[in-house]
C-alpha cells in the first residue's frame, strides 16, 4: 500500500521558516519524480516544486529564491525548506510522488502552512 504522509506543517510569522518533509512507504521511491504543491482557499492546486529522479529541480516563480526542495532516496523521504515565508504562501501543502515510466500519481493528505503578517 501506498502511502504519502506530510509534516512540518504550522503557524509562523512573515519572514520565518518552516521545513516540510513526507514521508514515503510502498514506492520504489528512487524511480519516483517528487514534488510538492499547495492549495490555498478557493484557489486551484498549484505546483511548488518538482524534483527528477536524476536531479532535475524546478520552482514556481513565485517560491524561486525561497523554497527549496530535497530528497533523501536512502530515507524515501522528500523535503521542502521554506525560508522567508509571506502570508501569501498560506495555504495546504500536498506531497507527491509520480512514477517516471506510466506518469501514475500518489499524493499525501496534506499539511496545513499558516503565515501571519
Known amino acids: 500500500q501506498v502511502q504519502l504522509v506530510e509534516s512540518g506543517g504550522g503557524l509562523v510569522h512573515a519572514g520565518g521558516s518552516l521545513r516540510l518533509s513526507c514521508a514515503t512507504s510502498?514506492?520504489?521511491?528512487?524511480?519516483?519524480?517528487m514534488a510538492w504543491y499547495r492549495q490555498a482557499p478557493e484557489k486551484q492546486r498549484e505546483l511548488v516544486a518538482v524534483?527528477?529522479?536524476?536531479?532535475?529541480?524546478n520552482y514556481a516563480h513565485s517560491v524561486k529564491g525561497r523554497f527549496t526542495i530535497s530528497r533523501d532516496d536512502a530515507k524515501n523521504m522528500v523535503y521542502l525548506q521554506m525560508n522567508s515565508l509571506k502570508p501569501e504562501d498560506t495555504a495546504v501543502y500536498y506531497c507527491?510522488?509520480?512514477?517516471?515510466?506510466?506518469?501514475?500519481?500518489?499524493w499525501g493528505q496534506g499539511t496545513q502552512v499558516t503565515v501571519s503578517s
Open positions: 507527491k510522488a509520480r512514477f517516471e515510466l506510466t506518469t501514475q500519481d500518489y
Open positions: 510502498g514506492i520504489t521511491f528512487s524511480l519516483f519524480t
Open positions: 524534483l527528477t529522479r536524476r536531479g532535475s529541480i
